[in-house]
């Protein structure tokens, strides 16, 4: 499998005229990755989505609202580039390539869903420069933002992360990102600046199509900083800390007669995240941040702005999340995990009927089976607040192969 990627790859760039001798003089290489992933859901009530766990949903009229479900399309396949020539520039360089199928369908056909659209990952370019005080990396391309760098362990829900909505953030999008790095015995340290892809959907005009949202009509993009410090204790005592903060300007336009033609309004986040291995048999993991005005991540959530139809009634919608997951390692065959994640309106005008609190508690059994085979059985429950309060829970199975 990983020979025959690794043509297809190739070939494809040697397909591009003049470029076949530049490759072999740079002697770039290509390695294939990726994963083949089952996964199996039963809801018992109205979830959001029938393959996450994310929110609960009012049951409808005739009172069901459960599902059965099989789905294939998180599989993910990528590949990276290695030994890139850059020249004057004297780096040392690679690229990576990713996408899944957790996209939209081709048509509204029931077997639609069986052969979904390719989405986009990742696609970006890394130069690195090793100093005597230091690392940098220059990152170029489309990859994930430097707020909410830790992620839940799960194979069920590996498109859409265990919390998210709950309390856990995050986006992938172009960015420019720069990165410097140090290793001090057994101290680490890590700062990132990043200028970013600002996509906002527009609450205005209902508008989904983020390119023309009111982030980007701002013509600045969004810029975000991150410091992270780690620390080696001891044997199999290790911590990683964040310290992550957005800060992104949204233009909305009005009707110049019923006042001004436009309003700018700056949107930011500040965000806490924490990995910490108290032995090998135990590791804790989680978030926490404070939001004015963004949007929450790239699966939406709370509007950042709302009353935006008016000047009058324009106002930044506060909220707070948080999530964390305690991971259980008897053996390492085994791992046992349980976590809870919660998000909720602060303060700010709030549309009606709209969502204000969402909580998700998740557990799972994982199997590592061997280097290249996981197995999952996971359970996640949602309570969601709107006008009513909704409740449901998603009992899942999955299967992962590696490769």
Do not use: C
């Given at each position: 499998?990983?020979?025959?990627?690794?043509?297809?790859?190739?070939?494809?760039?040697?397909?591009?005229?003049?470029?076949?001798?530049?490759?072999?003089?740079?002697?770039?290489?290509?390695?294939?990755?990726?994963?083949?992933?089952?996964?199996?859901?039963?809801?018992?009530?109205?979830?959001?989505?029938?393959?996450?766990?994310?929110s609960a949903s009012v049951p409808p009229a005739g009172g069901q609202g459960g599902a059965f479900l099989m789905m294939a399309r998180a599989s993910r396949i990528g590949v990276r580039a290695g030994n890139l020539d850059t020249g004057f520039l004297g780096a040392t360089a690679s690229g990576v390539l990713e996408g899944d199928f957790v996209s939209t369908f081709p048509s509204t056909q029931p077997t639609a869903f069986q052969a979904p659209?390719?989405?986009?990952?990742?696609a970006s370019a890394a130069l690195n420069w090793k100093t005597h005080y230091g690392d940098w990396q220059l990152l170029l391309g489309q990859d994930y933002g430097l707020i909410g760098p830790v992620f839940a362990y799960s194979l069920s829900y590996v498109a859409n992360p265990p919390f998210v909505q709950a309390g856990k953030i995050y986006r992938r999008t172009p960015e420019v990102r720069l990165t410097y790095s140090r290793q001090m015995g057994s101290f680490g340290l890590n700062l990132a600046g990043?200028?970013?892809?600002?996509?906002?959907?527009?609450?205005?005009?209902?508008?989904?199509?983020?390119?023309?949202?009111?982030g980007n009509k701002s013509r600045v993009p969004d810029l975000e900083a991150r410091l992270g410090l780690s620390a080696d204790i001891a044997k199999d005592v290790n911590a990683v800390v964040n310290f992550a903060y957005l800060s992104g300007w949204r233009r909305y336009y009005?009707?110049?007669?019923?006042?001004?033609?436009?309003?700018?309004?700056?949107?930011?986040?500040?965000?806490?995240?924490?990995?910490?291995?108290?032995?090998?048999?135990?590791?804790?993991?989680?978030?926490?941040?404070?939001?004015?005005?963004?949007?929450?991540?790239?699966?939406?959530?709370?509007?950042?702005?709302?009353?935006?139809?008016?000047?009058?009634?324009?106002?930044?919608?506060?909220?707070?999340?948080?999530?964390?997951?305690?991971?259980?390692?008897?053996?390492?065959?085994?791992?046992?995990?349980?976590?809870?994640?919660?998000?909720?309106?602060?303060?700010?005008?709030?549309?009606?009927?709209?969502?204000?609190?969402?909580?998700v508690n998740h557990a799972m059994v994982l199997l590592n089976v061997s280097k290249n085979m996981k197995l999952s059985g996971e359970v996640a429950s949602a309570t969601t607040y709107t006008a009513v309060k909704a409740q449901a829970t998603q009992y899942s199975a999955s299967a992962q192969f590696l490769f």
């Open positions: 499998m990983r020979r025959v990627l690794s043509l297809f790859a190739a070939a494809a760039l040697l397909a591009v005229p003049g470029l076949s001798s530049a490759q072999e003089k740079a002697g770039v290489t290509f390695t294939p990755y990726g994963f083949l992933l089952l996964n199996t859901f039963w809801s018992a009530g109205p979830m959001a989505a029938p393959d996450s766990a994310y659209l390719l989405r986009l990952r990742l990043a200028a970013l892809n600002p996509a906002v959907p527009d609450p205005v005009a209902g508008n989904a199509v983020v390119n023309f949202g009111p009005y009707d110049p007669a019923a006042g001004p033609s436009h309003m700018d309004k700056r949107a930011t986040i500040f965000g806490v995240s924490l990995v910490a291995n108290i032995t090998k048999f135990f590791e804790l993991r989680g978030e926490w941040y404070q939001n004015k005005g963004a949007e929450d991540g790239e699966n939406g959530g709370y509007p950042g702005v709302v009353g935006a139809a008016s000047p009058a009634t324009l106002g930044l919608l506060k909220t707070t999340g948080w999530w964390f997951q305690s991971v259980l390692k008897p053996i390492p065959e085994v791992w046992l995990t349980f976590g809870h994640g919660i998000a909720k309106a602060d303060a700010g005008p709030q549309p009606a009927g709209s969502r204000y609190q969402n909580e």
